[in-house]
């Protein structure tokens, strides 16, 4: 599938069941998540479709370590040498290519099935060093400021990414928007799932992104309040 553009500066990489995205940025490319194994090709044909090269690749950021997130990391790293950024929390995960914490469906009839069917905590992918790692409030100086959102609940080191230039918000499973915007398959604590929910109503953005599922290109920030504000 061919690379798609979803605001000015932000390309959406369909890797299967998941998504990647690829920002373009004064300082080279950054690419918000990796997918799973053997999707490393999806990522360079993007990178070349737009004109570029793989070593232009500076930034992979994670916005958790599950393995549909971090599959094709190793593999996009050894190409490029993009310098590698995971919350704090899922860095033993990523470093040691699973296995994964346990996921329980989220509160949904389908849940329990696709939960099955897509995440299996004994899955073992190529491990990625990590080079640093994300802390809640921070803005990274990379792509013109990303600012980093800790929202555990699916998984204790998500982090959604705001995309300051453009008004974006990466969500990763947070949320995702595969039948309307919604939960992700699972979570690991359902309550601090809303909660970073919750969170993420409070941001203004104009996109959203998401680990899975359709990107929202104009009044997202609409669609969480009317989704989980209280
Ligand atoms: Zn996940
Ligand atoms: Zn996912």
């Not at 890797?15 to 490393?40: R, V, W």
Request: with cysteine; glycine share 12%; proline share 7%.
């Amino acid at each position: 599938m061919a690379v798609k553009s979803v605001i000015k500066g932000v390309h959406i990489i369909p890797m299967g069941t998941s998504n990647a995205y690829l920002i373009e940025g004064d300082d080279g490319l950054t690419l918000i998540d990796a997918g799973f194994p053997s999707k490393e090709a999806a990522v360079f044909g993007a990178i070349r479709d737009l004109g570029h090269s793989p070593d232009q690749l500076k930034h992979l950021i994670f916005t958790h370590g599950h393995p549909d997130h971090i599959g094709s990391a190793a593999a996009i790293v050894r190409e490029t040498g993009a310098r590698t950024y995971l919350h704090s929390l899922d860095i033993p995960m990523a470093q040691s290519g699973g296995p994964f914490r346990l996921l329980k469906p989220a509160p949904n009839l389908l849940a329990p099935v696709l939960c099955n069917l897509f995440f299996h905590p004994n899955e073992r992918v190529e491990p990625v060093t990590i080079d640093q790692p994300l802390t809640d409030g921070e803005l990274l100086p990379v792509a013109g400021g990303i600012e980093v959102i800790h929202t555990p609940g699916h998984c204790a080191g998500q982090v959604a990414l705001l995309w300051r230039p453009g008004r974006m918000l990466f969500a990763g499973d947070v949320a995702s928007n595969v039948m309307g915007l919604g939960d992700p398959l699972g979570f690991e604590s359902l309550e601090d799932g809303r909660a970073s929910q919750r969170k993420l109503v409070s941001l203004s953005f104009d996109a959203a992104g998401f680990g899975h599922g359709k990107p929202i290109a104009h009044d997202a920030s609409t669609r969480f309040r009317n989704k989980w504000g209280i």
